[in-house]
Structures are given as C-alpha cells and as structure tokens.
T-cell receptor, first 114, second 113 residues
Framework: DAKTTQPTSMDCAEGRAANLPCNHS???????VYWYRQIHSQGPQYIIH???NNETNEMASLIITEDRKSSTLILPHATLRDTAVYYC???????????????FGKGTKLTVNP | NAGVMQNPRHLVRRRGQEARLRCSPM?????VYWYRQLPEEGLKFMVY????????ESGMPKERFSAEFPKEGPSILRIQQVVRGDSAAYFC???????????FGDGTRLSIL
C-alpha cells in the first residue's frame, strides 16, 4: 500500500471548516483513499473513501486532486466533538480482495477550539 | 442496527495466564479483522478472517496468539501465556465483503500484571 503523509497536528475554531490534507504521491490506479478518525479511547470510526471523484456524505467531503497524489478531508462545520486523530489510508482494491488490512500511520491530531 | 461488539471492554490478567477476547461483527458482516494498538502508537493489523477461515495472518505473532471465527458465534482472539508486552488495546473490525469499509468496535483494553 502507498505511503501517506499528514501534518502531525492542526487546530480549528468551532463552527469553521476543518481542512485536513494528505499526500499520497505514490498511489496506484487501483488504490482507494480512506479516512478514519479515532476519538480518545474509542475505536476508529470510518468517515469516507474515494477513488478519483470527489465524495460527500453526512460527515464530511473528500476532495481528491486530478493527479490523485493528494487529497483533503473537509469537515464543513467543526464541533468540539470532532476533536480526534484523523487517519488518511490508501488501500488497494482487487477483484478477489487483495490486501484487506488497513495500514494506519500517525495521523493528524485535530483540536477544535471553542 | 448494533455496531461491532467487543467484550470484555477491560481485561486484567497475570503473567502466564490466558486472555480470550471476543468480537461480534455487525449484522450481515462476514469478514472480521483484528488490530492491536500499543500505548502511544498507531493501530497495527494482526489477522483477517472470514467464517471458519483465516485469510491473512501476516500481522500475528508466531507464538502464543491465535484467532478463530467459527460458523456460529463470535470471533475469538486468544493469547496464551500472556506477558507484560501484550498490554494493549485490541480492536476488532468487520465488513460485509471485500473492498468494503471496515467498521470498528470500541476495543478490549488488556492489562497484564
């Protein structure tokens, strides 16, 4: 799986948009970009994933650059409960199910301030 | 629609004892994954199972650790003769099939005295 690079930490004001970047310059054509977050002492929570098109769901939006070498997770109106470690993961998708494991890096510690 | 259920939430064992961690996947999910998170570190993949089959155990320590996902009942991660270094949070995830998002439980925190 391709390696990802994320900032160690970020701060965001409550009510503002949080934009979390991720670099994955060695991503392959059959690798998806997944985002998870882990709130202290809880299990990782799935947020969103995408291949090359931008995606949006009730939690967040995912913007993937045209060359797929980077992406941005957007939380449109951050709340204090969004304080967590956010993980960007690239994961290969194969017809027979390839490497199903998720490879977690160190992620970005997002702190939402009142 | 219940999520992934893990029990116990906290488990304390003395060195040399056995630890058994249970995971019930989400309804309709037949793929189970176990991960371990050591203090102040990221999650590390251990094993991937489908019903009655181990598909990928590349992250499992070669000794003392085993996992199963029987036809009936929860998936079990078993650690024999526990040592202090086994102290960690163990997370289970499930998915309905390949190439699908994995959904995690809230983990079992294992402490070894």
């Amino acid at each position: 799986d391709a390696k990802t690079t994320q900032p160690t930490s970020m701060d965001c004001a409550e009510g503002r948009a949080a934009n979390l970047p991720c670099n994955h310059s060695t991503i392959s054509g059959n690798e998806y970009v997944y985002w998870y977050r882990q709130i202290h002492s809880q299990g990782p929570q799935y947020i969103i994933h995408g291949l090359k098109n931008n995606e949006t769901n009730e939690m967040a939006s995912l913007i993937i650059t045209e060359d797929r070498k980077s992406s941005t997770l957007i939380l449109p109106h951050a709340t204090l409960r969004d304080t967590a470690v956010y993980y960007c993961i690239v994961r290969v998708a194969e017809l027979r199910g390839g490497s199903e494991k998720l490879v977690f890096g160190k992620g970005t510690k997002l702190t939402v301030n009142p | 629609n219940a999520g992934v259920m893990q029990n116990p939430r906290h488990l304390v064992r003395r060195r040399g004892q056995e630890a058994r961690l249970r995971c019930s996947p989400m309804k309709g999910h037949s793929h189970v994954y176990w991960y371990r998170q050591l203090p102040e570190e990221g999650l590390k993949f251990m094993v991937y199972l489908q019903k009655e089959n181990i598909i990928d155990e590349s992250g499992m320590p070669k000794e003392r650790f085993s996992a199963e996902f029987p036809k009936e009942g929860p998936s079990i991660l078993r650690i024999q003769q526990v040592v202090r270094g086994d102290s960690a949070a163990y997370f289970c995830a499930s998915s309905p099939g390949i190439n699908q998002p994995q959904h995690f439980g809230d983990g079992t925190r294992l402490s070894i005295l």
